[in-house]
């Protein structure tokens, strides 16, 4: 499977746009790219996925670049409540699915 | 309620007194699998099972067992725990195989703590 780098922390202002990077430069054609987070100890909660297209959904937008090898997760406004560790997950053809350490987004008055 | 529950959620036990930890999901998931979160180090894939009677190592396999004799359930057991097994533990599960269009959803964690 695809290894993904992302920042260790990151700040946000609340009310302003979190973007999270990620780079995914081994990316096959055929894994997707899943967003994941998880706040304080909980369970980690899914956000979003792609293949190629950009997706938005109710919680998130994710831009997938067009050659694949990187996204952005944006928190179009952001709250004290989407302070979490965020997880990019690049899926492949094994059933493993392993989890790096994330960015911890930290979102602050 | 669609979700996945654990048991227990908190554990506190000795060295070498067997303990198992329950999984059950009510969405007739396919694949389920279990992670060991510790400071630093991320989650880590423990094992997996693709279906029933389908079970397979993760990442750190030692010193833990599984099975999955029906669907919905799939315990994690430990013969014999050790104080490296101190750790928060999350059982996960989705409709397909990860490398399908199948996101996962995770159980609330247990948090173990082995003397």
């Known amino acids: 499977d695809a290894k993904t780098t992302q920042p260790t922390s990151m700040d946000c202002a609340e009310g302003r746009a979190a973007n999270l990077p990620c780079n995914h430069s081994?990316?096959?054609?055929?894994?997707?790219v899943y967003w994941y987070r998880q706040i304080h100890s909980q369970g980690p909660q899914y956000i979003i996925h792609g293949l190629k297209n950009n997706e938005t959904n109710e919680m998130a937008s994710l831009i997938i670049t067009e050659d694949r090898k990187s996204s952005t997760l944006i928190l179009p406004h952001a709250t004290l409540r989407d302070t979490a560790v965020y997880y990019c997950i690049v899926t492949g053809t094994a059933s493993k699915l392993t989890f790096g350490t994330g960015t911890r987004l930290q979102v602050t008055l | 309620e669609a979700q996945v529950t654990q048991n227990p959620r908190y554990l506190i036990t000795v060295t070498g007194k067997k303990l198992t930890v329950t999984c059950s999901q009510n969405m007739n998931h396919e694949y389920m699998s279990w992670y060991r979160q510790d400071p630093g180090l991320g989650l880590r894939q423990i094992y997996y099972s693709m279906n029933v009677e389908v079970t397979d190592k993760g990442d750190v396999p030692e010193g833990y067992k599984v099975s999955r004799k029906e669907k919905r359930n799939f315990p994690l057991i430990l013969e014999s725990p050790s104080p490296n097994q101190t750790s928060l533990y999350f059982c996960?599960?989705?409709?397909?195989?990860?490398?399908?269009?199948?996101?996962?959803?995770f159980g609330n964690g247990t948090r173990l703590t082995v003397t």
């Open positions: 996960a599960s989705s409709l397909r195989a990860p490398y399908a269009d199948s996101p996962l959803h």
């Open positions: 081994t990316i096959s054609g055929n894994e997707y």
